[in-house]
């Protein structure tokens, strides 16, 4: 079975400043990797994935995740936050085997302060 | 645009009450997801459709059923609601296979408190 873990529930930092959310995975098979970002009241939507290819991938708002196989993490970072980054992050996982089955992760609070 | 409906933002039920929460997509998307999303334990799978009349399990299905007679449509269904249930519940769906693998939209959630 594969599971996700999402190291820190709650990271706050300051506007402006860099941030990096944690994501492991466990897995005996090849996986596909995803952030989805879910922002206040809303629902769940994609942020970026790592299907194959290039291990560093990037959302068009400036965030980023590289897949390290040998770790076994696909951690998020942002060299500068905005206060419009305010939302819940989530970690997914899914094999190919499993159709479009995700497992995702308990989510990472990310507050921005001014 | 993509667009995942959900019948209620808010809904709130008494303990035993059957319960329907139903879910529409519009864009012929093959699969589709009820979740439950809790503090501090993330989204967890109920079921999963893949196709008309077809259906899975997720991880905890106990005490819930679906119903997906058309392709837009999927239904989760409380028999007898529990205070345990009360949870925000998420709709999802997808296409199948690369590159869209693993592209979920999803609608913005139920809130359920069963009393």
């Known amino acids: 079975a594969q599971s996700v873990t999402q190291l820190d529930s709650q990271v706050p930092v300051f506007e402006e400043a860099p941030v990096e959310l944690r994501c492991n995975y466990s897995s005996s098979v090849s996986v596909y990797l995803f952030w989805y970002v879910q922002y206040p009241n809303q629902g769940l939507q994609l942020l970026l994935k790592y299907l194959s290819g290039s291990t560093l991938v990037e959302s068009i708002n400036g965030f980023e995740a590289e897949f390290n196989k040998s770790q076994t993490s696909f951690h998020l970072r942002k060299p500068s936050v905005h206060i419009s980054d305010t939302a819940e992050y989530f970690c997914a996982v899914s094999k190919e085997t499993s159709g479009s089955r995700l497992t995702f992760g308990e989510g990472t609070q990310l507050t921005v302060n001014p | ?115």
């Open chain 2, 1 to 115: 645009d993509v667009k995942v409906t959900q019948s209620s933002r808010y809904l709130v039920k008494r303990t035993g009450e059957k319960v329907f929460l139903e879910c529409v997509q519009d864009m012929d998307h093959e699969n589709m997801f009820w979740y439950r999303q809790d503090p501090g334990l993330g989204l967890r799978l109920i079921y999963f459709s893949y196709d008309v009349k077809m259906k899975e399990k997720g991880d905890i299905p106990e005490g819930y059923s679906v119903s997906r007679e058309k392709k837009e449509r999927f239904s989760l269904i409380l028999e007898s609601a529990s205070t345990n249930q009360t949870s925000m519940y998420l709709c999802a769906s997808s296409l199948t296979g690369v590159p869209l693998f693993g592209e979920q939209y999803f609608g913005p959630g139920t809130r359920l408190t069963v009393t």
